[in-house]
C-alpha cells in the first residue's frame, strides 16, 4: 500500500533534481537552497535542491522527506508555499462513523425541500502513531454531531465530496479544542460544518449565503474537489 513507502519512493515521483538552483532561502528550513538543511544529518554529504514538478517550487531533499515524515506518511505531500497538492491527501481522523438520511424538514433560507442531516460519532481511543502523542488517550466531546445541509442539488454534490473527505481522514482531527481548551481531544479540521438546525446562533448555522462556495473551498484545499467525483 501507499502507506508502507519511504519518504524517498513518494517524493521521488513529484520531483525534478535541480542542478542550479535560484540563490533563494528553501521555505521549509529558512536557509539557502545551495547550503546544508539542518534537517541532513550527513554533514559530510551537500544537500540536493528538488523542483516540484507542477508548481516548481524547491526544497532541499532532507526537508522534504522531514515534512513527508512528520505527516501523516499517506502517499501524498502538499507544497508548503502554495498548497499544490501530489497524490491523494488524506488526514489522521481517529476511526469512528459518518451516516446520513433525509429528514422532513426544511432549513433557514430553504422553504421548498427537506434536509440532509449528517452524524459523525467517534469514541475515545488510543492515539496512534499519526498522532501528535501517540500512546496517549483521546476524549471525544459532544458525539454524535450532527450537521445539516438543505437537500438540494449543490448539496448533494457537497454531500458526496464529505463522504469522500470521511474516507481520506480528513473531517475530525486529534488536537486541543478551540471551544473548550481540551487538548487530546477530537477536533474539526478545516471543513466547516453547519451544526446548528433552525437558527444561526452560533454562527455554525443557517442562512449563510456563502457557505456553500467556503465549504467547497475548503474541501479543495484538502484535495477534494469534483474531479474525485468522475471516478
Ligand atoms: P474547535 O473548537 O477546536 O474548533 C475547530 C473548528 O470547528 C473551528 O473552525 C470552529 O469554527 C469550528 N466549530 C466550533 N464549534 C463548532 C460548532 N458548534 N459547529 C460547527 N463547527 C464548529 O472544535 P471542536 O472542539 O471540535 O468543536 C467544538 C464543538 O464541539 C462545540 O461547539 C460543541 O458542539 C462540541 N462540543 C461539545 C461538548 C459537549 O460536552 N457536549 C464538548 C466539547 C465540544
Ligand atoms: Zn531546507
Ligand atoms: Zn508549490
Not at 502517499?75 to 499544490?84: E, F, N, R, Y
Not at 501517540?134 to 448539496?155: A, K, V
Not at 464529505?162 to 478551540?178: D, H, K, N, P
Request: glycine share 8%.
Amino acid at each position: 500500500s501507499l502507506r508502507g513507502q519511504t519518504a524517498e519512493e513518494v517524493i521521488s515521483k513529484y520531483v525534478e533534481k535541480e542542478e542550479s538552483p535560484p540563490d533563494e532561502e528553501c521555505p521549509i528550513c529558512f536557509e539557502k537552497l545551495c547550503n546544508v538543511s539542518h534537517y541532513n544529518e550527513d554533514e559530510e554529504e551537500g544537500d540536493s535542491v528538488l523542483k516540484l514538478d507542477r508548481c516548481r517550487h524547491f526544497f532541499h531533499q532532507s526537508c522534504l522527506y522531514a515534512m513527508y515524515n512528520s505527516g501523516p506518511k499517506d502517499g501524498s505531500i502538499q507544497c508548503p508555499t502554495c498548497k499544490a497538492i501530489y497524490g491523494v491527501k488524506c488526514g489522521n481522523q481517529p476511526p469512528g462513523s459518518m451516516d446520513y438520511h433525509v429528514i422532513p424538514h426544511s432549513l433557514p433560507g430553504f422553504p421548498s425541500c427537506g434536509t440532509i442531516r449528517i452524524i459523525y460519532n467517534i469514541p475515545p481511543g488510543t492515539q496512534g502513531p499519526e498522532h501528535p502523542s501517540p500512546g496517549r488517550r483521546y476524549s471525544s466531546r459532544g458525539f454524535p454531531r450532527m450537521c445539516y445541509l438543505p437537500d438540494n442539488e449543490i448539496s448533494r454534490k457537497i454531500l458526496r465530496l464529505l463522504i469522500i473527505a470521511w474516507e481520506r481522514r480528513l473531517i475530525f482531527t486529534i488536537g486541543t479544542s478551540v471551544t473548550t481548551g481540551e487538548p487530546n481531544t477530537v477536533v474539526w479540521n478545516e471543513i466547516h460544518h453547519k451544526t446548528e438546525f433552525g437558527s444561526n446562533v452560533t454562527g455554525h448555522g443557517f442562512p449563510d449565503p456563502n457557505y456553500f462556495t467556503n465549504i467547497l473551498g475548503e474541501l479543495a484545499s484538502q484535495g477534494v474537489t469534483e474531479d474525485c467525483l468522475d471516478d
